[in-house]
C-alpha cells in the first residue's frame, strides 16, 4: 500500500475502523492506544483475517505514536463513549484533554496528515483538534451525518420495505438530539420522503434518527455504537484516499456557510485528496433553517463550555 491510515483508540469505534478499511485494501493500517498489548493484539488478529479474504494490507499495533509517522490519514476516536442516560455533551470534559493530545501527537509524527474526528462531543471536538493542531479547514473534518443519514435511510427502508440503495438521506446539524434530518430534500428513488411517506411515520423516523445513537446506547449498557459509526468514518477515509470528489454529510469549519461562522456543523461536504473540498448549500425553507438555528446553538454553548476548560 502506498496510503497509511492511523486510528487514535483502538477501541470498538478504532477497530471496527480498521476492519472496514482492511477490507477496502486501500491503506496500510495503524491502531494506537494507550492499553499495553491491546492495539498489538487487535492488530494481529485482524492481520491473520486478511488472507482468509485475499487483502494485502500492513496492520500494526502499538502504544506509541511513532508508529503513526507519515500518515496520510489519522482517525481520532479516542476517549469514552455514552452509557445509558449520559448526553454526548457529559463526555466533555474527559474527551478534550484526550483529544487534545492525541492531535499534538498526531501531527508531531504526521505533519501533512488529514485528521478524521469522530471522539464526542463531536463538534466540540473537531474544532478543539482544529485550534490546538493550528489546522487549516481542509484537513479537519468530523464524522457525524453519514453515520445520522445511513440511520435515517435504515429506518425509513424498514418503513417502505424498499431497497436501501434506492433511499438517499440527508441529516444536517451538529450531531445531537437536535440534527436536523432533511425530510424534503431525502428521497426515496427521487421521490421526496414527505410525498413517500405519511405525516405521523414520517416523523416517528425523524425522531428515531435523531435518538438513534441514544438507543444503542441503550441496548449495550456499556458504550456505544460501533458498526455504523466505523463505516462511515471509512467511507470518508475512502473518498479522500481516492480522490473521489464525494459529496457526504460530515462536520466542516463553518466560515460564513448557512451563516454559520467559528464552529463546526454537520453539512454536505465535498471531499477528495485534500480533504474537503467545499461545502454544498442547500436552499432551505424557513422551518428547515429555523431548525438549523436550533442545531447551531446547541453545538455553540458546547463550543462555549469547552473554552472554559482548555486554553487555545
Ligand atoms: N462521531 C460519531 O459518530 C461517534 C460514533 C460512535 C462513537 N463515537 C465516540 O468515539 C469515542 C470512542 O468510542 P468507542 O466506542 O470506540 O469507545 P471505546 O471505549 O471502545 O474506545 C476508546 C479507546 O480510546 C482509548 N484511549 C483513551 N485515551 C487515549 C489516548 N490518550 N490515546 C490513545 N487512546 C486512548 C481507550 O483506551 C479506548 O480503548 C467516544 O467518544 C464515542 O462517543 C463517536
Redesign the pocket.
Known amino acids: 500500500m502506498t496510503a497509511k491510515v492511523s486510528i487514535?483508540?483502538?477501541?470498538?469505534?478504532?477497530s471496527t475502523t480498521a476492519h472496514w478499511l482492511a477490507e477496502r485494501e486501500i491503506a496500510d493500517l495503524v491502531l494506537?492506544?494507550?492499553?499495553e498489548g491491546?492495539p498489538q493484539g487487535k492488530a494481529l488478529d485482524l492481520l491473520e483475517a486478511l488472507p482468509v479474504v485475499g487483502k494485502d494490507v500492513s496492520v500494526v499495533g502499538s502504544n506509541d505514536f511513532a508508529a503513526t509517522k507519515g500518515s496520510d490519514i489519522v482517525v481520532i476516536?479516542?476517549?469514552?463513549?455514552?452509557k445509558p442516560g449520559m448526553s454526548?455533551e457529559d463526555?466533555l470534559t474527559t474527551?478534550a484533554k484526550?483529544v487534545g493530545?492525541?492531535t499534538t501527537q498526531a501531527l508531531k509524527n504526521s505533519p501533512d496528515a488529514i485528521i478524521l474526528v469522530?471522539?464526542?462531543p463531536?463538534d466540540t471536538m473537531a474544532y478543539l483538534s482544529m485550534k490546538l493542531g493550528k489546522l487549516p479547514r481542509e484537513r479537519i473534518i468530523?464524522?457525524?451525518g453519514i453515520?445520522d443519514s445511513a440511520r435515517m435511510r435504515a429506518f425509513v427502508a424498514l418503513e417502505t420495505g424498499v431497497s436501501v440503495e434506492n433511499i438517499d438521506c440527508y441529516v444536517m446539524g451538529g450531531?445531537g438530539d437536535e440534527m436536523v434530518p432533511l425530510t424534503r430534500h431525502s428521497n426515496v428513488a427521487g421521490i421526496p420522503l414527505r410525498d413517500y411517506l405519511p405525516a405521523d411515520k414520517l416523523e416517528a423516523i425523524v425522531n428515531r434518527t435523531r435518538k438513534g445513537?441514544g438507543e444503542i446506547v441503550n441496548l449495550l449498557k456499556t458504550?456505544?455504537?460501533?458498526y455504523a459509526?466505523a463505516v462511515?468514518v471509512a467511507q470518508m477515509a475512502e473518498a479522500i484516499l481516492k480522490d473521489k470528489h464525494l459529496i457526504v454529510p460530515a462536520s466542516a469549519f463553518m466560515q460564513g456557510e448557512y451563516g454559520l461562522k467559528d464552529m463546526f456543523f454537520g453539512v454536505p461536504v465535498q471531499l477528495g485528496r485534500g480533504g474537503l473540498e467545499k461545502i454544498v448549500e442547500y436552499d432551505l425553507d424557513k422551518a428547515e433553517k429555523a431548525e438549523l438555528e436550533k442545531s447551531a446553538a446547541a453545538v455553540k454553548e458546547s463550543i462555549g463550555v469547552m473554552m472554559g476548560l482548555v486554553k487555545l
Open positions: 487514535i483508540g483502538a477501541g470498538m469505534t478504532g494506537v492506544d494507550i492499553v491491546m476516536t479516542a476517549g469514552i463513549p455514552r454526548r463526555l474527551n484526550i493530545d492525541a469522530l471522539t464526542n463531536l468530523g464524522q457525524a453515520l450531531h445513537g458504550g456505544s455504537a460501533y459509526p462511515a
